[in-house]
């Protein structure tokens, strides 16, 4: 059975996408920690991170660095934080977190409570700054 992040990619589930190619796809986390918070996966299911072949794990990091740089220019932050869980959903995934202080990325906190408005306000912005 394909993961929710697969459904998301194969556009059976709606998302807030910020930038895709034709290997990685970036969307903005509809539980955030932080406005801008962003999960970047490669399309290729595999559950974990390091289960990657070397060429993906590279392109996902190099595709990863483009989405933070997007984010940074167009979210008020000090620094974009990179978070590898791999524990709630089986598909691998980066969390890039716009950050003020390192309590940003307590994902024990309570979530942001953002409308649909905002999250697509968020995203055209983040999406604009993509290169």
Known sequence: MASIFTKIVHGEIPSYKIAEDENYYAFLDIFPLAKGHTLVIPKKEVDYLFDLDDETLKGLTAFSKR?????????????????????????????????????????????????????????????????
């Open 67 to 131: 989405v933070a740089k997007a984010i940074d220019q167009t979210i008020e932050c000090k620094r974009v934080g990179v978070v590898v869980l791999g524990l709630e959903v089986p598909h691998a995934h980066i969390h890039l977190i716009p950050l003020q202080s390192e309590a940003d990325a307590c994902f024990s906190k309570p979530k942001l409570k953002l409308s649909e408005d905002e999250f697509k306000e968020i995203a055209e912005k983040i999406k604009s700054a993509f290169k």
